[in-house]
T-cell receptor, first 115, second 111 residues
Framework: GAGVSQTPSNKVTEKGKYVELRCDPISGHTALYWYRQSLGQGPEFLIYFQGTGAADDSGLPNDRFFAVRPEGSVSTLKIQRTERGDSAVYLC?????????????FGPGTRLTVT | KQEVTQIPAALSVPEGENLVLNCSFTDSAIYNLQWFRQDPGKGLTSLLLIQSSQREQTSGRLNASLDKSSGRSTLYIAASQPGDSATYLCAVRSGTYKYIFGTGTRLKVLA
């Protein structure tokens, strides 16, 4: 079946603008995760959803970042008043359910550039 | 707090050479450890997953070992090929759903 997909693949925006990044998980996967990968670094956890609710948003850097998953499938990561430091690759992953036994499958990422 | 380190940060080898990538973690109470491959502009591809009760996993030319007590894992790549050129990431899970990643090793195999 299809893997995790993310759109857009690339996004260039000006400082101060609002952006939305979309993630389509593997069909039937109830758990969805967002990670951020800065240049030369490994991915860092941002937030995870079990179903529609954000079960852990402790990785979100500040209140400019927000994510939703209203129907328990597609998720949107929203960034307000973007800053140059937000430039990174945003990766989405999904797993059948949350938990250590379940492998996370990653999408190709969205490369965000804030100018 | 769990921290994951990968050495070297970058590696360039001639084709055909056997090589070892290193990963170390500070908290030995891990649930599992996973090696990923990342090609430029692409997502993460899982290579090998080692459960905490296992010592090693093998897939084709790849072999990953785990020594929990010393906080170390190695990824051995036999007979390297130019197509192996990529960034290799190590990640651990320590009793939570989150992956804690290292910073990666950028491998270049020269033809």
């Amino acid at each position: 079946g299809a893997g995790v997909s993310q759109t857009p693949s690339n996004k260039v925006t000006e400082k101060g603008k609002y952006v939305e990044l979309r993630c389509d998980p593997i069909s039937g996967h109830t758990a969805l995760y967002w990670y951020r990968q800065s240049l030369g670094q490994g991915p860092e956890f941002l937030i995870y959803f079990q179903g529609t609710g954000a079960a852990d948003d402790s990785g979100l850097p500040n209140d400019r970042f927000f994510a939703v998953r209203p129907e328990g499938s597609v998720s949107t990561l929203k960034i307000q008043r973007t800053e140059r430091g937000d430039s990174a690759v945003y990766l989405c992953a999904s797993s059948a359910v949350a938990g250590e036994n379940y492998e996370q499958y990653f999408g190709p990422g969205t490369r965000l550039t804030v100018t | 707090k769990q921290e994951v380190t990968q050495i070297p940060a970058a590696l360039s080898v001639p084709e055909g050479e056997n090589l070892v990538l290193n990963c170390s973690f500070t908290d030995s109470a891990i649930y599992n450890l996973q090696w990923f491959r990342q090609d430029p502009g692409k997502g993460l591809t899982s290579l090998l997953l080692i459960q905490s009760s296992q010592r090693e996993q093998t897939s084709g030319r790849l072999n990953a070992s785990l020594d929990k007590s010393s906080g170390r894992s190695t990824l051995y790549i036999a007979a390297s090929q130019p197509g192996d050129s990529a960034t290799y990431l190590c990640a651990v899970r320590s009793g939570t759903y989150k992956y804690i990643f290292g910073t990666g090793t950028r491998l270049k195999v020269l033809a």
